[in-house]
């Protein structure tokens, strides 16, 4: 059964500071792995999607990389600015149904 | 608007009413996909539907909960004899094909006194 597990839960940063958000997996047979954003009382918005073949995909001030072999995914976001605050999930495709398992998510919190 | 549409936005129910969950995905996207986060959790799979067609339901509990994606008109999420533990966000997602993006709508947020 896989399992996603993305640290850390919660994030506090100032404004203007580059980081790291961080999702693992438990099995390293994916389709293709996606990060989304989620705003407070709304949907999720899809930032990146890197297939398996890929190792990083890139958009605006995001980096997103995936090592499939060690079970592991970051997203770098570059010069953070407060409207950055929200929960970011990944989210694995195992391609077997299509159907997304998803982490806890990382509460972020950019301070101005 | 092209996006994935839901409706209603929230949902009040009584324990033992009847819940319909709608979902219009996005133009040209005949692929659905229901999620639901329960308070505090993660979001979980619950069905994956084409259209007149349930591919995989594996997430869905047994009893009490349905879902149909008709030739005609939204996907439709069925929760009958609404319990307390129903109260969620449902997420709606389409996708284009199978393993494409997933786009999600802005969910329906349920609850059930």
């Known amino acids: 059964k896989q399992e996603v597990t993305q640290i850390p839960a919660a994030l506090s940063v100032p404004e203007g500071e580059n980081l790291v958000l961080n999702c693992s997996f438990t099995d390293s047979a994916i389709y293709n792995l996606q990060w989304f954003r989620q705003d407070p009382g709304k949907g999720l918005t899809s930032l990146l999607l890197?297939?398996?073949?890929?190792r990083e995909q890139t958009s605006g001030r995001l980096n997103a990389s995936l090592d499939k072999s060690s079970g592991r995914s970051t997203l770098y976001i570059a010069a953070s600015q407060p409207g950055d605050s929200a929960t970011y999930l990944c989210a694995v495709n195992l391609g077997a149904g299509n159907m997304l398992t998803f982490g806890g998510g990382t509460r972020l919190m950019v301070k101005p | 608007n092209a996006g994935v549409m839901q409706n209603p936005r929230h949902l009040v129910r009584r324990r033992g009413q009847e819940a319909r969950l709608r979902c219009s995905p996005m133009?040209?996207?005949?692929?659905v996909y229901w999620y639901r986060q329960l308070p505090e959790e993660g979001l979980k799979f619950m069905v994956y539907l084409q259209k007149e067609n349930i591919i995989d339901e594996s997430g869905m509990p047994k009893e009490r909960f349905s879902a149909e994606f008709p030739k005609e008109g939204p996907s439709i999420l069925r929760i009958q004899q609404v319990v307390r533990g129903d109260s969620a966000a449902y997420f709606c997602a389409s996708s284009g094909g199978s393993h494409q993006p997933q786009h999600f709508g802005d969910g329906t947020r349920l609850s059930i006194l």
């Open positions: 133009k040209g996207h005949s692929h």
């Open positions: 890197i297939q398996s073949s890929q």
